[in-house]
């Protein structure tokens, strides 16, 4: 510290503390409410019913505090979160799935980040101004926690009234012995509201217990992270610094007091960024010959015709190669946006020579795409449809639209930001579109067909309960089929039809009693809907 300079007190008391939040009447209702709904919903109960009904509360008193002319029912990405909300919480109500409840979870996030910042268009930085509000409401919200400053004074005031009701008080006791000694009907009817105070204290301190106590904790921190949003401004500023097209750069401009370059500085750049087209040009006319070769291998083995010879290692010609080309087709997409990220998209020599190569080769790249395709699709025809083929298709969705924006870059001199955004946004598309699928069902009966003689049953006995009226419904292909199911150590065993058998008269057991054991809150409509199946 420097010595000349004045210190003062506020020099040795640290950060300053976070300041107190000042809540609205409707903040100050909502919140508490919030918290005991949530303890009410979520305690010892999974994620179905009340899921939707908790959602619809933080929306419903979100949006009641908004103003009626708000700039958030201008912004699209606010009304398309909103939407994603809605649809993927009754999704969770319906089936209950994981990829469901991620998308709630994710939209609501999201969603409340829009609500922070309208001005947002990056789907991840609304999620990120969402956590960043959260990360400083938890500990203001610890503040309104504390006593208040004039304890003392409120203490005295009262000890004071406390006093005035003490003699009221004592004649009602009196009156209320006399009453019981010379009224026996008033004596039973006393009686019988200290036995129902007794009840209802004895069940609520039934319920209590510290875990409990930091559930409700818990309900009441989420609670107020998404009704109470502190304005975070960092990622809008850092958005608005971004443009969805590349401009020129030069690095020196025409200004007061800055030197302009002489011819030969001029001169060396611009030599510079021929270098660099060179390097661009040789590069793309490279790899498009190496890639048009492995193209035409998998074209002329893959796309006709394709048969696996006796003792051919599908797992390994579908799982290794697939994540080959994936790697491979990432890799291709950065060789792209790595050339065409500055002034190269400005230098008008070669630039259509050089967007001629960049198409060819993002189009075989797309190829490339529709080969790991059709490996996956000759695994799914010969074992069967599972959660990461699944997976595989909905990456591959995603590529074929990066590949598009890619285009997009190459030719319309799009930014980085924009390709990020747009592709940031295709991505929150796809979840919401898992979230809607009934995959369990869809897979169970594709793998149930006629064709598939090996049957990976344990797989399907697995899956969630919503599958098994289907199991019952076909319980014939267990003398029909080979099964198998995999270990905990990865290898695969056969499985008796008996056993299987067995395993799913034990599930259908084991449904039918937790169904019946189940509260409201935890109910979805696709459980009902088997329970009533397997019922009649």
């Not at 979870?105 to 959260?134: E, K």
């Not at 993002?362 to 599972?386: D, E, F, K, P």
């Not at 990066?402 to 955004?421: E, M, P």
């Not at 199991?471 to 292909?477: G, N, T």
Request: proline fraction near 5%; hydrophobic fraction near 50%.
């Amino acid at each position: 510290m420097n010595p000349s300079l004045p210190v003062s007190a506020a020099d040795f008391t640290g950060p300053a503390p976070a300041p107190r939040l000042t809540l609205s009447t409707l903040q100050k209702v909502a919140l508490p409410v919030g918290a005991i709904v949530f303890d009410l919903l979520f305690w010892h109960e999974r994620a179905g019913l009340n899921m939707l009904l908790y959602t619809l509360l933080v929306v419903g008193a979100t949006v009641a505090g908004l103003p009626r002319h708000a700039p958030q029912w201008r912004s699209g990405g606010f009304r398309l979160a909103l939407a994603g909300t809605l649809l993927s919480a009754a999704m969770v109500a319906w089936y209950g799935s994981g990829a469901a409840l991620l998308a709630c979870v994710a939209s609501l996030a999201v969603w409340l980040g829009f609500v922070n910042q309208p001005h947002l268009r990056l789907v991840a930085y609304a999620l990120a101004t969402a956590l960043a509000s959260a990360w400083q409401v938890v500990p203001r919200l610890l503040t309104l926690l504390r006593l208040p400053g004039d304890l003392g004074s409120r203490f005295g005031r009262s000890w004071y009234y406390g006093r005035l009701l003490g003699v009221p008080l004592l004649a009602l006791g009196v009156f209320h012995v006399l009453f019981l000694i010379a009224n026996p009907r008033y004596e039973a009817a006393a009686s019988q509201v200290l036995d129902w105070a007794g009840e209802w204290l004895a069940a609520l301190f039934a319920n209590f217990s510290v875990p409990h106590l930091l559930f409700f904790g818990l309900g009441l921190l989420l609670t107020g992270a998404a009704l109470v949003l502190v304005p975070v401004h960092y990622f809008a500023d850092t958005e608005s610094r971004f443009g969805e097209f590349i401009r020129r750069q030069r690095n020196r401009v025409a200004s007061f007091g800055v030197r302009q370059p002489d011819f030969r500085e001029q001169r060396f750049r611009a030599l510079d960024l021929r270098k660099e087209y060179l390097v661009a040009l040789s590069l793309l006319v490279l790899v498009n010959v190496l890639l048009l070769a492995v193209n035409a291998i998998d074209i002329n083995w893959l796309w006709f015709g394709f048969e696996p010879a006796p003792g051919f290692d599908l797992t390994q010609f579908v799982h290794e190669g697939t994540y080959v080309l994936i790697l491979s087709i990432l890799v291709a997409m950065g060789i792209v946006l790595w050339f065409f990220r500055r002034n190269l998209n400005f230098y008008k020599p070669g630039l259509p020579v050089l967007r001629s190569l960049a198409t060819v080769w993002v189009l075989q790249n797309a190829v490339l795409a529709v080969s790991v395709g059709l490996r996956n699709y000759y695994y799914i025809l010969h074992t069967g449809l599972a959660y990461k083929r699944i997976g595989v298709y909905g990456f591959l969705l995603l590529t074929f639209f990066g590949l598009a924006t890619v285009l997009f870059k190459i030719w319309q001199r799009r930014s980085a930001y924009s390709l990020v955004r747009l592709n940031a946004l295709a991505a929150y598309l796809l979840l919401l579109g898992f979230a809607v699928g009934n995959w369990e069902i869809w897979i169970a009966r594709y793998n149930l067909r006629p064709q598939l003689h090996t049957l990976d049953y344990g797989f399907l006995l697995d899956m969630p309960d919503r599958v098994l009226p289907e199991l019952a419904a076909h319980e014939d292909v267990l003398t029909h089929r080979h099964l198998v199911h995999e270990a905990y150590d990865g290898t695969w065993t056969s499985l008796s039809p008996e056993e299987a058998q067995r395993r799913l008269r034990q599930r259908l057991q084991e449904f039918r009693a937790l169904q019946e054991a189940r509260h409201w809150p935890s109910y979805t409509a696709a459980d009902w809907q088997a329970y009533q199946a397997i019922s009649h």
